[in-house]
């Protein structure tokens, strides 16, 4: 899991009710990634972001914001608007050698 | 979108075999990365191959690219039971080369290595 932590492992989200998913980072990249992993559909990119203060829609971003005030940290806001939230998301970050590094994850739940 | 698709999606196999599993995609890239995931884990990067090269070594891993047919091979040599877990092929197609990477992943393989 390199220097990515993801925090917390397990996440339980009410209805109607908007929940943040954590991401740092110690390895100085400029660049971030979130994606979400359902069974049997790989990794899908919700957003991305190469840059501090700077951020792009990835294939699945309705119903997901980002922010990116710091290099080290791109938290993920899950919003009431994303109807079925439940998935086990993942934060990932790369430098120029373009090799992406994973944290362990997040298993969001719905109530 | 996906772009890589994994051919077997699932893989059975005796430890000490060999396990090949298979990659093709559809539009040009600048390279081509393996992923392993365990189960409930994040994923851990293997093998980058760059669109100019056609075959990688890294330990008992082997990748082949052929960029004419749009498909990279991954093999593992002498399986162990410790390599059981889900493989994902992961392309690159980032209009400039060295820019940082958004990466297009397949659905993976699982692979089951029997002691």
Excluded at chain 2, 12 to 19: K, L, P, R, V, Y
Excluded at chain 2, 81 to 109: E, H, P, Q, R, V
């Amino acid at each position: 899991d390199g220097g990515i932590t993801q925090s917390p492992k397990y996440l339980f989200r009410k209805e109607g009710q908007n929940v943040t998913l954590s991401c740092e980072q110690n390895l100085n990249h400029d660049a971030m990634y979130w994606y979400r992993q359902d069974p049997g559909q790989g990794l899908r990119l919700i957003y991305y972001s190469q840059i501090v203060n700077d951020f792009q829609k990835g294939d699945i971003a309705e119903g997901y914001s980002v922010s990116r005030e710091k290099k080290e940290s791109f938290p993920l806001t899950v919003t009431s608007a994303q109807k079925n939230p439940t998935a086990f998301y993942l934060c990932a970050s790369s430098n120029r050698l373009e090799t992406q590094y994973f944290g362990p994850g997040t298993r969001l739940l719905v109530l | 979108s996906q772009q890589g698709e994994e051919d077997p999606q699932a893989l059975s196999i005796q430890e000490g075999e060999n396990a090949t599993m298979n990659c093709s995609y559809k539009t040009s890239i600048n390279n081509l990365q393996w992923y392993r995931q365990n189960s409930g884990r994040g994923l851990v990067h293997l093998i980058l191959i760059r669109s100019n090269e056609r075959e990688k070594h890294s330990g008992r891993l082997r990748v082949t690219l052929d960029t004419s047919k749009k498909s990279s091979s991954l093999l593992i040599t002498a399986s162990r039971a410790a390599d059981t877990a889900s493989y994902f092929c992961a392309t690159d197609s980032s209009i400039f080369t060295g820019a940082n990477s958004k990466l297009t992943f397949g659905k993976g393989i699982t692979l089951s290595v029997r002691p």
